[in-house]
């Protein structure tokens, strides 16, 4: 399977490394926008394909490249959907320094109906709709397939984790994906009002972007997450 890569621009150093699972059916389209912007900022983003039939295989594509020394730290995984349940079931196991669960999936997940049902749970963004409905190798029923965990027990690892999730997301309501993690030291949770599922390309992506630049950044400062900002004079 090919592994899709954006680089930074020519001429600048590299700030690490992102390593980006999609979710159910999706292909790199959806993650064209994202991936051009994190990079732009100097991130390499390489979106791996997921195959929920074969997990073991997903692992190993994902290992590969974090054991790549040619890829600049730190190396976090970004997953959306099941990539973002794959994210955060992985991030203690392997070789990564922190994940981005971003509109997590958990068993149970799915927004029945018709194509139009499922892409109104996802996205109120007109363009990432329009990416929805133009991709022909986007796998359309498995947007509603079963997960393959029977159950999954969400749980902060001892990395530091970015959890954004919407609270519009009808998918996975909110409070079920965020509970694991609002009291964990190493977690930043940040809930997108009036978010839906696909939060990396909902309509506020642009501030979803830029949270997932400041922890990057803030990771770069050390893995208790210092601020990169803090407020003047007491001021919020």
């Keep these: 399977m090919t592994v899709t890569a954006w680089d930074e621009p020519a001429g600048a150093t590299p700030r690490g490394t992102l390593v980006v699972l999609p979710g159910r059916g999706e292909t790199d389209a959806a993650y064209a926008r994202f991936g051009k912007r994190l990079s732009a900022d100097a991130y390499k983003v390489r979106v791996v394909p997921v195959d929920l039939d074969d997990l073991t295989g997903t692992r190993e594509r994902v290992e590969k490249l974090l054991a790549d020394e040619s890829l600049p730290s730190p190396k976090v995984l970004v997953g959306a959907d099941s990539g973002a349940t794959l994210a955060a079931t992985l991030v203690g196991e392997v070789a990564a320094d922190a ?138």
């Excluded at 390309?201 to 501030?207: A, E, G, K, M, W």
Aim: negative net charge.
């Design 99 to 236: 994940a981005v669960i971003a509109g997590v999936a958990l068993p149970g997940s799915t927004a029945d109906g018709t194509w139009d049902d499922q892409v109104e749970a996802r996205t109120a963004c007109p363009v990432h709709r329009s990416v929805l409905d133009g991709d022909v190798l986007l796998d359309r029923e498995a947007l509603d397939r079963p997960l393959p965990w029977a159950s999954v027990e969400l749980s902060a690892p001892d990395k530091p984790v970015l959890v954004v999730h919407g609270t519009a997301d009808r998918i996975t309501p909110a409070a079920d994906a965020i509970a694991s993690y609002v009291s964990a030291p190493g977690a930043r949770v940040w809930l997108v009002e009036g978010g839906r599922h696909d939060i990396l390309n909902d309509v506020s992506h642009r501030s979803v972007a830029a949270t997932i630049v400041l922890f990057l950044e803030s990771l770069k400062l050390g893995a208790e997450l210092p601020p990169v900002l803090v407020p003047a004079g007491g001021a919020r």
